[in-house]
């Protein structure tokens, strides 16, 4: 149990172009999602925190209009990058939690590459 | 603000050997401290996770503890393999992880 998707795993964009990732508790209803981003050789740094039916709480200094969070049932968030440029390629990885007190359930991560 | 770091950066073993990777916290009031492996280019696949009313979790060759008075965890791996190879990142927080910086680990057949 306590399986996350993400989908695409992969893709590809052109810059000013904007790219919609989906993030899916499979087998449970996640109370609160999360939404990472890796670049290479570093480590995980929380971008938003989401909780379904309210507006994401972003960590500082992360634009909240260039990354869109939606949370809209308890099964699906979705971040949208917008007017993606180069820099913004990364490793964006999800991860849902069935209550704050329980352990994330990561996804396998979608790699952006803006062209 | 929680701030994690992790110890050593990068390991370099021979196959068969002991090692203990270690995982600071500056924030004691935690819910979680969780260990992941990351293998490269790929997502993150838990290991341990050791509440806050835990001391350890163990699972096969990998024991994980915690101590949250000093601030610290450590992941134990017995009779380390090349197949563990990988990143290993350990998180905490409360609602909300902060990951520690990583290490990497090779083990050499």
């Known amino acids: 149990g306590a399986v996350v998707s993400q989908h695409p795993s992969r893709v590809i964009c052109k810059s000013g172009t904007s790219v919609k990732i989906e993030c899916r508790s499979l087998d449970f209803q996640a109370t609160t999602m999360f939404w990472y981003r890796q670049f290479p050789k570093q480590s995980l740094m929380l971008m938003a925190t989401?909780?379904?039916?309210?507006?994401?709480?972003?960590e500082q200094g992360v634009e909240k209009d260039k990354f869109l969070i939606n949370h809209a049932s308890l099964t699906l968030s979705t971040l949208t990058v917008t007017s993606a440029h180069p820099e913004d390629s990364s490793f964006y990885i999800c991860?849902?939690?069935?209550?704050?007190?329980?352990?994330?359930?990561f996804g396998p991560g979608t790699r952006l590459t803006v062209t | 603000k929680q701030e994690v770091t992790q110890i050593p950066a990068a390991l370099s073993v021979p196959e068969g050997e002991n090692l203990v990777l270690n995982c600071s916290f500056t924030d004691s009031a935690i819910y979680n401290l969780q260990w992941f492996r990351q293998d490269p280019g790929k997502g993150l696949t838990s290991l341990l996770l050791i509440q806050s009313s835990q001391r350890e979790q163990t699972s096969g060759r990998l024991n994980a503890s915690l101590d949250k008075s000093s601030g610290r965890s450590t992941l134990y791996i017995a009779a380390s393999q090349p197949g563990d190879s990988a990143t290993y990142l350990c998180?905490?927080?409360?609602?909300?992880?902060?990951f520690g910086t990583g290490t990497r680990l090779k083990v050499l057949a």
């Open positions: 998180a905490s927080g409360t609602y909300k992880y902060i």
């Open positions: 989401s909780n379904e039916g309210s507006k994401a709480t972003y």
């Open positions: 991860s849902a939690t069935r209550d704050r007190a329980y352990e994330q359930y």
